[in-house]
């Protein structure tokens, strides 16, 4: 019987590679986010570069540190949402790649406060960093 985390975990899984699918790395939601100021370790970067390493969290990888950096810093503005041509959610991308940076996807926690004890924290990291909306909890239980 599917429980509610197997249907958390199918949920992320289908957003990702979604995501993975769609994003051209075209820097946009990179470019418009007003936190990236607030980090040296990002001023000036190229924003295409940032997401391909988002991208890259996504897919499993250590991704890059800048990717690392704009997914600790994201305080969900919600700016980059209309800035992105491919009908991705941005937003939505950084929640992902947040999730899967704290190792609640199962692979190596890249955020200093990531998995600390995997078994009970792994699902309450994933519910905690998605933060969905009204919209998006209906869509995860269709
Ligand atoms: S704006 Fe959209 S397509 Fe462009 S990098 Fe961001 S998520 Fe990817």
């Not at 607030?38 to 996504?58: F, M, T």
């Not at 959610?89 to 998995?115: H, Q, V």
């Not at 924290?121 to 209906?138: G, M, V, Y």
Request: one cysteine or more.
């Amino acid at each position: 019987m599917e429980t509610k985390t197997d249907e958390l975990f199918a949920y992320i899984e289908r957003n990702i590679a979604r995501t993975l699918v769609d994003c051209t790395t075209c820097g946009k939601c990179f470019d418009i986010c007003p936190m990236t100021g607030y980090s040296d370790k990002l001023a000036g970067k190229n924003g295409g570069d940032v997401v391909a390493g988002i991208l890259g969290i996504l897919r499993g990888t250590a991704g890059t540190p800048e990717a690392v950096e704009w997914t600790r810093l994201c305080t969900q503005s919600a700016r980059c949402i209309p800035a992105c041509p491919e009908n991705v959610n941005p937003m939505l991308m950084l929640r992902l790649s947040r999730i899967t940076a704290l190792g609640s996807t199962g692979g190596e926690a890249l955020l200093p406060d990531g998995k600390r004890d995997p078994h009970f924290f792994r699902r309450i990291n994933a519910f905690s960093a998605l933060q969905l909306s009204d919209a998006e909890i209906a869509e995860w239980h269709r």
